[in-house]
C-alpha cells in the first residue's frame, strides 16, 4: 500500500521534554528513581524505562526514604507535591507546561470565587491532578448533555483537557451559556494537539484509511482517531506494528497515517513499514 | 382558519415598562417632551405616543433648553447622559434594565482591560449604545464567520445583543474560542426573548404557518422570525393586520402567531382576529 504520514504525527514538546527529564534523572541519580503513574501514556516508552529502573509506583510511600520520584507529565494535585517535600523526596517534575497553566488557571478561578467547570474526562489522571488544584471543588463534565444537566452557575470558570478537540469543547461551551450568567473560559487546549488533529483530519477524507498510533490510555491518541472518524469512517487505533492485521486493509491501496503525542518515532516507523509490506492480493490474469 | 398564540406573545417587561414612564412623563410635564430616538421599535406606539406630544428627535440639540427628553428603552452611551446633564434638560431614562447590565458588564470589561466582543447587529441602537459604553473600544460582531476572521485576542470580553437567539451566540461564541486565550462571556441575552423565542419554535413545528407580529425595525421581531423559520419555513413577518394577505394562506387551515416585545396587545388581537376570518374557499360539491 502506499502510505502518507501526516505532519505533525508523533511525539509533542511535552513528551520530548519529559522523556529528555526522566533520562537525565536515570542517568545521574545515586539512588532508586520511582515515576509516579506512568510518565507518558505510552506502553513501549514505560516499559523501557522499567527496564532502565524506572519503577511505576502508583503512591509516594512506594519511593524510598530519600529517593527520587518522577512527577509524571499528566501533572499531580499540589498535596501530592507537599507530601514528597515532607517524605524528603527529590522531585523531579515532568509536568508538560501545558498541563500547568490549565492548573493555574483553575486555581486562580477558584481563588476568584468562580465555580469551576472542567471539560474531561474525570477518570483522566491529567483532569484529577487539575481538580486537585482546586481542592477538588472543580465540576467535570465531558459532554454537551452533562453541560445542559448543572443547576445554574452564576460564575462560571471553565477550562479544558488540554488534549481535548476544539469542535468538542466548542460544543460544550454552547450548552453551558444556557447554565450561567457569567462565562469565564480559559483555552487551555494544548497548541501540538490542535496541529496535530487538524493536518490528520486534512489528509483522512484523501484516503482510503486512517490508522491512528498511540498507547490504549493515551487521550489525545483517542481524540485523534475520533476527529480523523468524523471525515472518513474507516479508521483504526493500534498500540504497534504487530497489531496490523493485512485483512482489515482488503481493497485499499491508500492508507494515512497519524501518531498520538507519545508515540515513538521508531513505533511510527515500524507500522508505516509494514504498511507499505501489504500488497493487494494478485488480480488473477 | 384556526389559530393558536403562542405564550410570551407581546410587550415584555422593558416595554411595558417604557410605555408607563413615558405615558407618566407626559402626564406630569408642563414644558414639551421629546424621545430620543424611538422609544421602542414598534411604529404603531410610537405613532400614538406623538399623538399625544412626544416627538421623536435625533439629537439632544432639538430638545428645548429645560425642557424633558425621555431615553429610549434600547439606551444610550453615557457621553448622551452627560450632554443632557450639561444642557440642564429633565432626563426620564426608559432603557431596559437587561440592556443597562449589558453595558454595565461592557464598561466593566473594558475597565479590567479586556478587549470587549458585542455580538450584535452594529447598527442597532442597543449595541450602539453598549459600544458606547466602551468609549467605543468594543469590536462588534455577528457571525461565525466574522468572529473567525477576527486576529487573536488574548483577554476577550464579550457581551450579547440582548434579543438575540441562544442558538446564534453558541455558535459564535464556538468560533470566539479559537481566536482568545481568555474568553470571558457575559450572558447578556434577556431572558422574555429566550422564553418567546421558546415558545415560538415549539408551536411552530405544530401549524401550517406562523405570523410573526412586529415592528420592521424590532431586533427581537427579527430573530424570532428567525428561529421559528429553522423548524418551519413557512413563517410571514407583518407590523399590522393590514399586511395580511389571504392568498398567502391557501390551503391552511392552523395558524400559529407571536409577536415581538414591543407589539402592543391591540394589534395582536387585530391580527388574530384578521386570521381567523380568513375562509377556506368552499370546496365545490
Redesign the interface.
Known sequence: MEVIVADNAGFCFGVKRAIKMANETLDQAHGPVKSLGQLIHNPQVVTSFQKRGLEVVADLDQVAPNGTVVIRSHGVGPEAKRRATELALRVVDTTCPFVTKAQQYAAKLIEENYKVVVIGDKDHPEVKGVVAHTDGKAIVINTAAEAEALKFIPRMGVVFQTTHA?GH???V???L??R????????TLCGATTSMQKTAVELAPDVEAMVIIGGRLSANTAQLAEVCRKVNPRVLSVESAAELDPAWFAGIRLVGVSAGASTPDEVIAEVVERLTGIEEPATSA
Do not use: T
Not at 450561567?180 to 483555552?187: D, L, Q, W
Open positions: 476544539i469543547v466548542q460544543e461551551v454552547g450548552a451559556l444556557k450561567g450568567k457569567e462565562v469565564r473560559v480559559f483555552n
